[in-house]
């Protein structure tokens, strides 16, 4: 890239790191310091608000670079990731959202320790929404990386290193100083750009096509080098059996992890009602929907404009494509256009980034003090509120620590993918407790911490021993081989696992279930009676 694209994309990124900044130390100031303040923004966000806050925490870097990525590159097969996203927003409205407002305070521990031994409960559900928290937050700081490899040229290894160590530290600081609501705000400026960069784009490709979507794609097929293959199923996830049962996998994780993903849980009680809460979901659907439609036509113009070997050529993992292809529609290299677009699709790029990796880490951290250290502290104490509030802080600084150490190992693979295991490790140990938990009568603590370990065990060895981690040239660690596990995403194995292991927890155990506590869940959760 030339000086001009990385001075002003950089002017740009300086621009939104002030402008939010700004935001979190005005925020700070207007708050009181309670956990319920830091936690949730004090319950006082409208449904449009918490709705675009949604979108702007799911709308992350793998939504942005990754999936339009694995479409340049893989044609159809990429779109199972926008279709995955999506549709998994239907079990979130249908299942979750208004029942986990009005059973929850501001964790999933909440909703499932209402009806259970709070301790063990609480630990097993904390540990588990860190793990996940830690792994999605990977995915961001690799796409940080890789912008701003992009920008400088791809050639400086130890700027991609510093700017996966500046992502994680300037997400300590926002979750550290300004909490919920802060974090909130960063989310509805960081939707709106994203939304409004996308929707430029987009019309730019139609137009480079004149409209016509139908050479849109036989270009990008002729492009790709495979022809009609290119829109048939099969280019990634074909051929061997392992191919296509990793494509079922990883449909049934992104379909199912949304509603056990932490930071999405949490923002559910940021809204004072549970009608809020879903009218929250409708709007998030419809911002979020239009979206990962944009994303299938930034893909294929992508392989349409700059070609599948150009977009590999620039990162291996396909996470550049749409800064190319914003290169290209507005003029191309050296141009004013092209200088000015690329400038701002890589400016909104890493503001989705920092605003996700906030949300992120102020949920793992608030799993971290509200649920494994109230749960560990001395018996016979309470803890008071600030010091709850003080623990979280120090936790964002743990988490983001140990997210930057895994993102620099793990900088070669899509941003997209990484979050599928994310997904995956989510819908196999999060959300079977919380189903059994809403809906099962029977459903005893045993069984809960069973149903949490036993997905979330499983999920992790899984991955461990996968070609994601070693046994392929892809593999974090390349030049070893203990893989034994064949498929890439677990989520077709661990989570039934997850789903069986409540189940023989519960039939199991020498519990008896508690009919009174189940009773009063179900109408609180059903009619909101003694919510938060």
């Given amino acids: 890239m030339t000086d001009d694209h990385q001075t002003l994309a950089l002017l740009l990124f300086s621009a939104f790191i002030v402008v939010t900044l700004g935001i979190t130390t005005w925020v700070s100031r207007n708050r009181h310091g309670s956990a319920e303040e830091f936690y949730a923004g004090g319950r006082l966000f409208s449904p449009l608000e918490n709705g675009f806050a949604i979108a ?159 050479h849109l794609l036989a270009t990008a097929a002729e492009r790709s080098g495979h022809g009609r293959d290119f829109l048939a199923p099969g280019l990634r996830y074909g051929g061997e059996w392992t191919s296509r049962l990793d494509f079922i996998s990883l449909g049934v994780a992104l379909v199912l992890g949304t509603a056990g993903l932490p930071h999405i849980l949490s923002r559910f009680y940021t809204v004072p009602t549970a009608r809020a809460a879903r009218r929250s979901v409708v709007w998030a659907i419809g911002l979020i929907g239009g979206f990962y439609l944009m994303t299938i036509v930034l893909g294929f113009g992508a392989a349409a404009i700059i070609g599948p070997d150009a977009v590999r050529a620039s990162n291996a993992a396909g996470n550049t494509a749409v800064p190319l292809l914003a290169l290209d529609l507005g003029g191309g290299a050296g141009s004013t256009g092209g200088t000015v677009l690329f400038a701002i699709v890589a400016a909104v790029a890493f503001a989705t980034i920092l605003a996700v990796v906030a949300g992120i880490t102020l949920a793992s951290s608030a799993s971290v003090a509200h649920d494994l250290y109230a749960s560990l502290r001395r018996r016979g104490t309470r803890a008071k509120p600030y010091s709850e509030v003080t623990v979280a802080r120090i936790a964002a600084a743990g988490i983001g620590a140990a997210a930057i150490g895994l993102g620099l190992l793990a900088r070669d693979l899509n941003v997209a993918f990484l979050v599928g295991l994310a997904f995956a490790v989510a819908a196999s140990a999060n959300l079977p407790v919380l189903l059994y938990s809403l809906f099962w009568r029977n459903f005893t603590t045993r069984g809960a911490v069973w149903s949490v370990y036993g997905g979330l065990v499983p999920a992790v060895l899984l991955v461990v021993f996968s070609p994601v981690v070693s046994g392929s040239p892809d593999a974090l660690f390349p030049g070893v081989d203990f893989h034994v596990f064949p498929l890439q995403n677990p989520g077709v194995v661990s989570i039934p696992l997850g789903f069986l292991a409540g189940w023989v927890g519960t039939v199991t155990s020498s519990e008896p279930p508690d009919a009174a506590k189940h009773a009063e869940t179900e109408v609180r959760a059903l009619t909101g009676a003694g919510a938060v």
């Fill in 56 to 214: 702007g925490d799911y709308m992350s870097a793998a939504s942005f670079l990754g999936i339009s990525g694995l479409i340049a590159l893989f044609g159809y097969d990429g779109m199972l990731y926008s279709v995955g996203f999506l549709v998994a927003w239907l079990v979130v409205l249908l299942l979750v959202a208004e029942l986990v407002r009005n059973c929850g305070r501001f964790t999933l521990a909440d909703v499932v320790a209402a009806r259970m031994a709070e301790r063990p409960v609480r630990i097993a559900a904390g540990t588990s929404s860190v793990t996940v928290s830690v792994l999605y937050l990977v995915a961001q700081m690799v796409g940080a990386g890789s912008l701003v490899a992009l920008l400088l040229g791809g050639t400086s290894e130890a700027a991609r290193s510093w700017t996966v160590v500046g992502v994680g530290a300037l997400m300590v600081i926002y979750v550290s100083i300004g909490g919920m609501r802060a974090t909130t705000w960063i989310q509805i400026v960081k939707a709106v750009l994203l939304m409004a960069g996308t929707i430029t784009l987009t019309v730019l490709v139609l137009l480079r096509f004149h409209g016509d979507f139908n």
